[in-house]
Every structure is written in C-alpha cells, then in structure tokens.
C-alpha cells in the first residue's frame, strides 16, 4: 500500500484550479519534500497550476518545469507529480491519454514520479469519499496505485476550501 499525503495548501490549489475553469482541462504539477520521497510514502507539500485549455503546449510546458524545478530545488522541493483535471463536459477520467507526456518529463528526473487525475465533480474529501486517481511509474509506465493510503494535512484551508466549493 503507497501512503500519499496532500498538504491543504497542494490538494486546495488543485481543487482552486479546476474551479477557477470548469469548462477547461487544467493541469499543474506537485511539489514534495525531497526528504519525503520513501519507497511506499510520498508528502505532496504544494502544487503548481500550469495550463488551462490548451495544456499540451510543449515548449511553454518545458520552460515551466525549468522555472518551477528552479524554484523547488531552492526551498528544498523537487517535482514529484502531475496533476490533470479533464473539463467538467468531457468527464475523461482515465489514465490513457497524452497527457503522459509531460508526466514522463518530470518522471526522467524524478524516479518516484506520480499522476494524478482529480474528479472536478466530485472534490469533497468527507466520509473517505477523495475526487483523486493516483498512478505511480512502474517499469515505465504509469499503474494505478492500488490501495493507496491518501491522507490530508489537518488543516483550515482545506475546509475553507471545500465549503467555497459547495456553495459555488
């Protein structure tokens, strides 16, 4: 079982983005700590939007990951993760899609590298229901992590959060 945590400040960012733009596919990257990147835990600390519509765009795309892993290399962090919220219209939450592209960018320098898929529509995190897929690169390739023990920082922000996005 991978236990991966999401700090409020990454899993609202996230949830922010995709709520910002409904109607666009968004995506952004995940920060960790570089000391947290374990053999079966990852801490995602924050999480860097990137794109909305059109978020295959190569070269604007390299240049972010330079300035982000800058950035991250600076206060200890590395890429560890994408994030990819299909549009609201669409509701394509699968892990098959050229979206890998960049997930495989950040995995040749991250070798503990994680995909995640959020469900715009479904972004409480109550009862254990969590609105995140989670694959993890294997031999490669990116596998559904199975079972994955996905935990919140104890915070306000996250609270705050999600009652913004309910009464939306």
């Given at each position: 079982?991978t236990?991966?945590?999401f ?8 949830i ?11 995506n952004?990257?995940l920060?960790?700590?570089t000391?947290?990147?374990?053999e ?7 999480s860097?939007?990137l794109f ?10 390299e240049?972010a ?7 991250a290399s600076?206060k ?9 919220v299909?549009?609201n ?7 098959e899609?050229s979206?890998?592209r960049?997930?495989?960018?950040i ?5 503990k ?7 715009s529509t479904?972004?409480?995190?109550h ?20 079972n ?8 306000d922000t ?11």
């Amino acid at each position: 079982m991978t236990n991966i945590k999401f700090s409020g400040k990454a899993y609202c960012k996230m949830i922010l983005h995709a709520m910002k733009y409904p109607h666009c596919t968004v995506n952004g990257v995940l920060l960790a700590k570089t000391s947290s990147l374990g053999e079966k835990e990852v801490e995602f600390v924050d999480s860097m939007p990137l794109f909305h519509i059109c978020v295959n765009l190569t070269p604007m795309a390299e240049i972010a990951l330079m300035q982000i892993d800058e950035l991250a290399s600076k206060k200890g962090l590395t890429i560890a993760g994408y994030y990819i919220v299909p549009d609201n219209i669409s509701r394509d939450n699968v892990f098959e899609k050229s979206y890998h592209r960049i997930a495989e960018k950040i995995a040749s320098n991250c070798n503990k590298s994680y995909l995640v898929i959020v469900n715009s529509t479904n972004t409480t995190i109550h009862k254990g229901n969590v609105a995140l897929k989670i694959a993890q690169l294997v031999d490669g390739n990116y596998k559904p992590c199975e079972n994955p023990n996905i935990s919140f920082g104890t915070s306000d922000t996250i609270n705050a959060c999600i009652s913004l996005v309910e009464n939306a």
